[in-house]
Nanobody, 124 residues
Framework: QVQLVESGGGLVQAGGSLRLSCAAS????????MGWFRQAPGKEREFVAA????????YYADSVKGRFTVSRDNAKKTVYLQMNSLKPEDTAVYYC?????????????????WGQGTQVTVSS
């Protein structure tokens, strides 16, 4: 079965960096666009970033543009989210998701598979 497993979350001070990883199994990873979403306490889950199946295209939410970078290694079946200049408002559970498509999906319903999430906490 398909599994997406996130790792790399933790506690960091404002201004710091974290790198999240999402390891995929049970799917032809290079055929899937990958996305990152996050959900803060008491808020709805929101889109963060997406990367195309080839890694040639990416898209970011305005709130993270210039601070976060999404990348992927199809040989390792892993997608990454490098988060720099972190702010307390970045505190959330971060999820990766996979979409069997060729675009850069930004809506939850467009994704076929989801990971369980990893907690990121940014202290002020």
């Amino acid at each position: 079965q398909v599994q997406l497993v996130e790792s790399g979350g933790g506690l960091v001070q404002a201004g710091g960096s974290l790198r999240l990883s999402c390891a995929a199994s049970g799917l032809t990873f290079s055929s899937y666009a990958m996305g990152w979403f996050r959900q803060a306490p008491g808020k709805e889950r929101e889109f963060v970033a997406a990367i195309s199946w080839s890694g040639g295209s990416s898209y970011y939410a305005d709130s993270v543009k210039g601070r976060f970078t999404v990348s992927r290694d199809n040989a390792k079946k892993t997608v990454y989210l490098q988060m720099n200049s972190l702010k307390p408002e970045d505190t959330a559970v971060y999820y990766c998701a996979a979409d069997r498509g060729t675009g850069l999906p930004r809506r939850e319903w467009q994704y076929d598979y989801w990971g369980q999430g990893t907690q990121v906490t940014v202290s002020s």
